[in-house]
């Protein structure tokens, strides 16, 4: 693994998305869904709605560095209002 700096952030990082991946994994196998619609018009399922929640989580922590010299910690706070207005609308 010399290839890569891995530090502690960014593996953690790697690590709740693994986590994440085996949860939502687990909850597709317990509780089967059918798709919804929301707001985007269009059907999701959680899966659907998790990869749509870190694209546009990894937008706003982008935006964020480019645009704000705050730190990053107000980002996550934003990501995780994104996160629940995602899975309860879209």
């Known amino acids: 693994?010399?290839?890569?700096?891995?530090?502690?952030?960014?593996?953690?990082?790697?690590?709740?998305?693994?986590?994440?991946?085996?949860?939502?994994?687990a909850l597709a196998i317990r509780y089967p869904e059918t798709p919804r619609r929301g707001i985007l018009t269009i059907e999701t399922t959680r899966g659907d709605r998790l990869f749509i929640?870190?694209?546009g989580?990894?937008?706003?922590?982008?935006?964020?560095?480019?645009l704000s010299g705050l730190p990053q910690w107000w980002a996550l706070g934003i990501c995780a209002l994104y996160a629940i207005a995602v899975f309860r609308w879209v």
Do not use: D
């Open 1 to 25: 693994m010399n290839w890569m700096a891995w530090t502690q952030p960014t593996a953690i990082f790697f690590l709740v998305i693994a986590c994440l991946l085996l949860i939502f994994t």
């Open 57 to 66: 989580s990894a937008f706003i922590n982008a935006g964020w560095l480019a």
């Open 53 to 55: 929640t870190l694209l």
